[in-house]
């Protein structure tokens, strides 16, 4: 999870940070004085702060060199009421990134603020993920001798690419949350199947697979353009295709991990129609894996209850009927009904 450091002397300012980025799902941490954050940082290493640049006793320029000296990759978003060309300019040339002005609004945080946030984790957190995967590349040949180093390195990457699965879905506000959701309900639908539906070889592994699953399966949206992702109106049917690609570009992202080669099946197949009409492979019924099949109903729920630039979110009661209406052409009926039966039990939060 993204770490967020907010650094001001104003109590309401630091409150009202700390709710709006906790609601997002980063960690938030804060402080009302420079030494303070200072401690924070060197003990948590955040990866971006707020930092007010008037203070008393040390101000957020002096707080900003100390930042630089303890790790030069954490962003720093300088937050102000006054800003002067002077204090801009040493800001700058001290690395700050961006700055954002006082007083804060919601309105303000979710149009300006959430948008240069989510810009610097985003190319950070990939950068971070290109980079472990050139060095997991180079320690391929050392795998032998170095069991327990790559074994490490191993949850480290995927560790990273959680974080970025978050960096990429807060690029945008509509889907923020998304693969969290699926998480959620996939695990509901699992754990009804089981208890309710006799279906066999749901133990413990086949719930844990699936919710590393859920967390991951839109991970290759990441080589997807935001002109095209974020499109707000219909799509092409080139720019469809493009869409279509990212079962594959997931699975192709995931394939070094070893420890994750069945779940690549499953992501890869997560968007398969249960007549047979999806994508990639055009697989049907029980060709599909059994866990990319709940996914696929998850995934689209989610998808009809949430907010998009182009339409507003469907009411849970007709999204439940759309599901039921696509039985056994796009859904294995079982699936729909493990979820039907577990919203009128009350598992679905609202």
Known sequence: MPKLLVVDDEIEITALLKNFFSRKNYDVFIAN???QALGII???RPHLVFLDIRMPIMDGLTVLRHIR???TSIKVIMVTALEDDETVSQAKALGAVDFISKPFK???LERNVIEKVNAQLFEDVRRELDEKNILIEQLAHEVERSNEL???LKRNFYQTILSLATALEARDRYTHGHSERV????KIIAEELRDSFSWEDIDDEFIESLHVESRLHDIGKIAIPDTVLNKPGS???AEFEIIKNHPVKSAHILAPHEDLLASVEVIRHHHERYDGKGYPSGLKADEIPARARIIAVSDSFDAMTSDRPYRKAMPIDQAMRELEKNKNTQFDAIVVDAFVSSYKKGKIPN
């Not at 998480?183 to 996939?186: A, G, P, W």
Request: charged share 40%; no cysteine.
């Open 106 to 108: 919601l309105d303000y």
């Open 150 to 152: 790559n074994k490490k």
């Open 183 to 186: 998480d959620l309900y996939s």
């Open 33 to 35: 004085n420079g030494e």
């Open 69 to 71: 000296l303890i790790d």
């Open 235 to 237: 799509l092409t049917d």
């Open 42 to 44: 060197k003990e948590q």
